[in-house]
């Protein structure tokens, strides 16, 4: 199984993207574990997923992570900001899954 963390700082819109992923990840019947934790979680987290996206807010991180995330094969990527403020759920599972 696949498995998705979201980043960001308040976490409010980041978890109703979470929600509209694992809603479209069920209409394509998809197998994927989507979380979203705050910044303070990564490094905790990147045994344990394996891709982690970035809210459009903390794009500042995408650097200082994708450097540690890359020592284990991962990848850490900012998310499309139209998509993430359209909550596109659909468009960003499947951009999320083309990255592992």
């Known amino acids: 199984m696949k498995k998705i963390l979201l980043l960001c700082s ?3 819109s980041t978890s109703i993207v979470v929600k509209k992923m694992k809603e479209a990840a069920v209409e394509k019947g ?3 574990e989507i979380e979203a934790e705050g910044l303070e979680k990564f490094q905790e987290s990147i045994s344990k997923y394996d891709v982690f996206l970035l809210g459009p807010q903390v794009r500042f991180k995408r650097n200082d992570f994708n450097s540690e995330a890359e020592k284990v094969g991962k990848r850490v990527e900012v998310i499309n900001q139209l998509d ?10 499947d ?5 592992i």
Do not use: D, P, T
Not at 84 to 93: P, W
Not at 95 to 99: F, H, I, N
């Open 84 to 93: 993430y403020g359209l909550m596109n759920g659909r468009k960003i599972l």
């Open 10 to 12: 308040a976490g409010m």
């Open 30 to 32: 998809i197998l994927v």
């Open 95 to 99: 951009w999320a899954l083309s990255l």
